[in-house]
T-cell receptor, first 113, second 111 residues
């Protein structure tokens, strides 16, 4: 099956700094990628949908300026958490595909100290 | 509003027995997909089974099967011959024009 990777798997950063998370489709081209956030013992919350070569579509309540998404190629989407704060600490998951089939990355655990 | 409801936060099953996880959803769309995903402690989302709304036949994947009742907007997952490796969080997911995840059911398998 199709494989989606995320890098890094875990990251610790200081409050006020920015951190970038990469999501790559390893063996297929992904026109659309999705970014989710998951709090402990909770479900996944869709943050945004990124389409290659165009601006991301953010879900209601997600700050566009804090969570910058770039989908510059058919195999790479990045999520940059800008000016991170402790409340941004979470598990971030990306996926690639469409409504019929999504391939999920292994997730990135972000801790902001 | 479209929602996905999993009314069982936790379930347990004896190894080798059968368990059914419940899911109901609300939508005005006619063309959509429903999924059950498994999330083990590693937190990697794993597809268990997919159901296309236009198909009347219930999907099956080895020990996993669904009972899809479109009119009732119900989509339950049956796990037969439960194994220790089935222990995980299970999410019911709706994908139409939007994606909606249920709140999850934590399944424990008792040896």
């Amino acid at each position: 099956g199709a494989v989606v990777s995320q890098h890094p798997s875990r990251v610790i950063c200081k409050s006020g700094t920015s951190v970038k998370i990469e999501c790559r489709s390893l063996d297929f081209q992904a026109t659309t990628m999705f970014w989710y956030r998951q709090f402990p013992k909770q479900s996944l919350m869709l943050m945004a949908t990124s389409n290659e070569g165009s601006k991301a579509t953010y879900e209601q309540g997600v700050e566009k300026d804090k969570f910058l998404i770039n989908h510059a190629s058919l195999t790479l989407s990045t999520l940059t958490v800008t000016s991170a704060h402790p409340e941004d600490s979470s598990f971030y998951i990306c996926s690639a595909g469409d409504r019929r089939e999504q391939y999920f990355g292994p997730g990135t655990r972000l801790t902001v100290t | 509003a479209q929602t996905v409801t999993q009314s069982q936060p936790e379930m347990s099953v004896q190894e080798a027995e059968t368990v059914t996880l419940s899911c109901t959803y609300d939508t005005s769309e006619s063309d959509y997909y429903l999924f059950w995903y498994k999330q083990p402690p590693s937190r990697q989302m794993i597809l268990v089974i997919r159901q296309e709304a236009y198909k009347q036949q219930n999907a099956t994947e080895n020990r996993f099967s669904v009972n899809f009742q479109k009119a009732a907007k119900s989509f339950s997952l049956k796990i037969s011959d439960s194994q220790l490796g089935d222990a995980a969080m299970y999410f019911c997911v709706f994908t139409g024009n939007q994606f909606y995840f249920g709140t999850g059911t934590s399944l424990t398998v008792i040896p």
